[in-house]
């Protein structure tokens, strides 16, 4: 039993979301401070506002984080790795200049969308943080690949510590939702810092675009699932907030962000253990069946009691924690969070299809079921947000199961060795 015991702590995999949930827990003592803060200093509709704002700067950074350059260097072999570099530090900096630009364009037009002219200034403020991420994110990609996530955790931790620590101060100075926008700006030295430290590569000087269609192809999948993905986490705001007031946009927002929120750091940090972890065996089929089925095990381990628990006890430390103006949105919270269960299985299941260079099939199950999810909640809109938030549940409960399944039976049921391009 010890031997047992020993060996589980001893797997790479165990370490990476061990040292990532040790940056999350010191995130979420934080985040409590902070959203104590923000509860009782923002109004409702300030609270509509955040959300809007964390709906477009989440959206630009499907593109930059998580279907950006990292993915192929990620997954990428040790001989074609060299080629890549410098072509995906000069492709960061088009695509986060891009995105930057037009951020700043749609900044009026989204304003006139939600009839509130408060928002140009935040939007336009905020995309200044997509201009400090060529500066780090080739560094980011190699520590990744190299499984030294202790790296990626304190990165996580010191962001997390600048960030919310300016959060609560401007929060306490009245400054609305510049409170929100400021400390994003600010907290990216902090990305900077950590990785340029820990990577000593640094490109060659030469502008050069070589083997660009080698990113390109890889990337446009997880690029697709990602976008699908924000789509169906966002989704649920941006009819709210359209169909309903802003006020009860805030209160969704609220039970999301306290609900499901902390189940979603942790769904989030597996995922990001998880890819190089399979990717690492992914040349030999009953290797990489063990890494997927202990990635999934170890995701039930941390995910199911994390979110039966805070569905439990959300009657109790919601008015205590947050005030008891925010009871109304405790069935929110609970139907949200208990969404949470079967969404980290899906996900690992999609890294699988990644790993395996079967992209195209995630993207096309994502879709499928962001078509689903979308047409759900514009017929739950006409009723309340009550109606809404259990038809994300309900979907959530029967379709991710069965792509988890199906994913499954068809890697793992080729008779042959996989082939690796």
Known sequence: MLKKVKHLFSDKLVKNIGWL????IFRRIIRIALVVVLSRSLTTEEYGLMAI?????DFANVFIQKGGIAPKLIQSSKEDLSGLLNTAYWTNWILCLSIFIFQCLMAYPISLFYQDEKLIFPIMVAA?????NPFYAVQNALIRRENRLKISAIATALNALINQS?????ALMGMGIWCIVLPLVIAQVSWLIVYRKNHDWVPSGKFTLKNWESIFHFSKFPLGIEMLNYLRSNIDYILIG???SVEELGLYFFGFNAGLGLSLTAINMVSNSVFPYLCEAREKLSELRKSYTRSLKICAGIIFP??????TIAPVYVPIVFGEKWDVAIPILIIICLSGLPRPFALVSEQLLLAVDRGMDGLKWNIFFTTLLVTGIVIASQFNIVVVAVVVLVLHAILLPIFTLAVSKSVFSEKNELSIS
């Not at 949930?21 to 999350?24: P, V, W």
């Not at 704002?53 to 700067?57: C, G, S």
């Not at 300016?166 to 401007?170: A, H, P, T, Y």
């Open 21 to 24: 949930t040790a940056s999350q």
């Open 53 to 57: 704002l964390f709906a477009i700067t």
């Open 166 to 170: 300016l959060v609560i101060v401007f």
């Open 128 to 132: 200044a943080t997509y201009l400090v």
């Open 306 to 311: 994390l979110v039966l628990l805070q569905s």
């Open 242 to 244: 359209r169909f309903f």
